[in-house]
């Protein structure tokens, strides 16, 4: 009879042991899910879709009508943000369509949102009403909102102007940040941008009309007091890019010749590139 206190004490301190033993099995699996990388397929122009570590997808400018696309709207059966950098038709896309049947919230620019999208159909409890400067978490994604060098007109004529444009600071659960600058031109907020936010990828405009030497200064002005960008991305530019206009391989002599670290990819359509830091 005198052994059953000690003999429950001992007992209580194996429940405590095997306890403790389970808690830290189980600590690698959220190790292993917050350090996963994240997945990037270019769908072509500036439709690109990102995949986090957690399996929450998010989608930017989804123009899948465009020349180039090999995806359709129905392909697309999972998003969980859409975020639309202005109010051009290539830009916008076929966010409307993509909202309305995955129920994604739709981080966009307060006018352009509550004018010319909800007249498309978009529940008002999906739209995150952003204005530069917004930051928005949503499913453990922070989306930072920022100004944009940029017009922004909407597609419809006769449709409220789209407010001003905008890009994106996209960072996901595991600390690792893309920015999707939609169509801006050089801004020297980009110097600032760099420091503050830190960005592993920068996904910048190379359409027929731009100067690669112009973008790559874009380059160097986000690896300012940042040693994280590590790749750049171009978007805009066709597959076939027209006589004249300016090339990926264009962009990466120019970001080579400021002796910047950073690597342009050449991404190819549909392919899935795995980001980690």
């Known amino acids: 009879m005198s052994y059953q206190p000690a003999s429950r004490f001992i007992k209580f301190l194996l429940v405590l042991f095997f306890a403790s033993l389970l808690s830290l099995t189980a600590l690698p699996v959220y190790a292993e899910q917050a350090s996963g990388s994240v997945s ?17 997808v998010v989608l930017t400018n989804p123009w899948a009508t465009n020349p180039d696309s090999k995806v359709k709207v129905d392909d697309i059966t999972k998003a969980d943000i859409i975020v639309v950098a202005d109010g051009h038709r290539d830009e916008v896309g076929e966010a409307p369509e993509i909202a309305i049947k995955t129920k994604a919230r ?31 978490n949503i499913d453990g994604i922070t989306v930072r909102v920022v100004n944009s060098v940029h ?61 690669p030497k112009i973008v790559a200064q874009m380059v160097r002005l986000l690896s300012t007091d940042n040693p994280n960008l590590k790749t750049v991305i171009p978007h805009h530019h066709r597959l076939a890019p027209p006589p004249g206009a300016p090339k990926p391989e264009d962009l990466a002599k120019e970001v080579e010749a400021l002796g910047l670290k950073a690597t342009v990819l050449n991404p190819e359509v549909g392919k899935v590139y795995s980001l980690t830091k």
């Open 151 to 211: 017009g922004s007109g909407v597609p419809d004529p006769g449709s409220p102007y789209g407010g001003p444009a905008a890009g994106f600071f996209i960072t996901f659960e595991n600390g690792f940040t893309v920015y999707f600058a939609g169509s801006t031109d050089l801004t020297m907020d980009m110097q600032l941008w760099g420091s503050l936010f830190k960005p592993d990828v920068a996904i910048l405009i190379l359409s027929g009309d731009r100067d």
């Open 106 to 136: 739709v981080v966009a620019i307060r006018e352009l949102a509550t004018g010319y999208l909800k007249s498309k159909g978009i529940p008002e409890n999906q739209f995150a009403l952003a204005q530069p400067g917004s930051r928005f």
């Open 40 to 56: 990037l397929e270019w769908l072509s122009w500036s439709f690109f879709r990102l995949t986090s570590p957690a399996g929450k």
